[in-house]
C-alpha cells in the first residue's frame, strides 16, 4: 500500500482503525485514501477462510461408489443395503 504496512488480518474493529489511521497518515488526498480503504476492506474479505464442512459418510460412500463407475441409483442402493446390516 505505498509504503504503508500493513498488519495480517485485525482481530477487531479497535485494530482495524489503527490499520485505517496508518494509512490515512501517509495519505492526502481524500480520494486516494478512499480508494486504499477500499482495497485493504477487499484484501481483508479475500483472505478470511471460510470453514468448510466435513462430508457426511454418505456423501464420502456415494462419491467412491461415482468414482467406480457405478450410477447414482445403483450408489443409493448399495448404501441401503449397507445401512440395513
Same mark, same amino acid.
Given at each position: 500500500m505505498g509504503g504503508v504496512h500493513v498488519d495480517p488480518i485485525p482481530n477487531s474493529y479497535e485494530e482495524l482503525e489503527k490499520e485505517f489511521k496508518k494509512i490515512r497518515s501517509c495519505v492526502t488526498d481524500? /480520494? !486516494? $485514501? /478512499?480508494?486504499?480503504? !477500499?482495497?485493504y476492506i477487499a484484501k481483508l474479505l479475500s483472505e478470511k477462510k471460510k =470453514?468448510? =464442512?466435513?462430508?457426511?459418510?454418505?456423501?464420502? $460412500?456415494?462419491?467412491? &461408489? !461415482?468414482?467406480?463407475?457405478? /450410477? !447414482? &441409483?445403483?450408489?443409493?442402493?448399495?448404501? =441401503?443395503?449397507?445401512?440395513?446390516?
Open positions: 481524500d /480520494t !486516494l $485514501f /478512499t480508494a486504499k480503504a !477500499l482495497l =470453514r468448510k =464442512r466435513k462430508p457426511s459418510k454418505y456423501n464420502l $460412500f456415494i462419491k467412491e &461408489k !461415482l468414482k467406480e463407475g457405478m /450410477t !447414482l &441409483k445403483q450408489a443409493i442402493e448399495e448404501w =441401503r443395503k449397507l445401512k440395513k446390516k
